[in-house]
């Protein structure tokens, strides 16, 4: 659990706030992610590090805007949010041994359960 | 695109049956599945995989995990079930990005099982 940490773990904002949420691997690893969990729905990947380098972007909202200063490290900054916005944001980290990436699983941060009011 | 099904929501098991919680894949090529457990208010934590080799996948908490390729499934079990087993359990397969090559994870919908003491 101490592998990957999540700050906050819960935050409260309105609309029209900003705000960052914080992801700090212990691990090694040089991947790092950003899932959304909404009550019955699949996990979404909404960005992923792969070497410091933005791999993947699943057509998410300009209000969504990830950071990765190192590999150890990961944020995502909240702008003018909407309520659908509310969820669960999990961070997730893994060991990518090839340029193409690998098999290897992920570990996840407890995560930030956001509620845009 | 790779993708997996969890066709029950909720799974219900009195302690000290077995357990079994389903998953079918849709993949071209070879598949590479991951059980993943939720607690609550916790990140995902990893349970098992399968890549290659025995059908048989063994993984934490007694768990393990059948790989049935002619019945394109990846049902999660365990022999005894515990109270503390319940918990938000995810099927997940490696998939890769068509622009890239990088591999991510594409999760399932997730079953919940409660056991009953």
């Known amino acids: 659990e101490t592998g990957v940490t999540q700050t906050p773990r819960h935050l409260v904002m309105g609309m029209t706030n900003k705000k960052s949420l914080k992801c700090e691997q212990h691990?090694?690893?040089?991947?790092m992610y950003w899932y959304k969990q909404s009550a019955k729905k699949p996990l979404e990947l909404m960005f992923v590090?792969?070497?410091?380098?933005?791999?993947e972007n699943n057509s998410v909202p300009s209000r969504f805007s990830p950071e990765c200063p190192n590999s150890s490290h990961l944020f995502l900054h909240l702008h003018t949010l909407q309520p659908e916005d509310s969820a669960l944001y999990l961070c997730?980290?893994?060991?990518?041994?090839?340029?193409?990436?690998?098999?290897?699983?992920?570990?996840f941060g407890p995560g930030t359960r956001l509620t845009v009011l | 695109a790779q993708s997996v099904a969890q066709p029950e929501d909720q799974v219900n098991v009195a302690e000290g049956n077995p357990l079994t919680v389903k998953c079918t894949y849709s993949?071209?090529?070879?598949?590479?599945l991951f059980w993943y457990v939720q607690y609550p208010n916790r990140g995902l934590q990893f349970l098992l995989k399968y890549i290659t080799g025995d059908n048989l996948v063994k993984g934490s908490y007694g768990f393990e995990a059948e790989f049935n390729k002619s019945q394109t499934s990846f049902h999660l079990k365990k022999p005894s079930a515990l109270v503390s087993d319940s918990a938000l359990y995810f099927c997940?397969?490696?998939?890769?990005?068509?622009?890239?090559?990088?591999?991510?994870?594409?999760f399932g919908t997730g079953t919940r099982l409660l056991v009953s003491p």
């Open positions: 993949v071209s090529g070879n598949p590479y």
């Open positions: 997940a397969v490696r998939d890769t990005l068509m622009n890239t090559g990088f591999q991510k994870l594409v």
């Open positions: 997730a980290s893994s060991q990518v041994t090839a340029r193409r990436g690998s098999y290897n699983e992920q570990f």
């Open positions: 590090y792969n070497f410091k380098e933005q791999t």
């Open positions: 691990l090694g690893h040089n991947a």
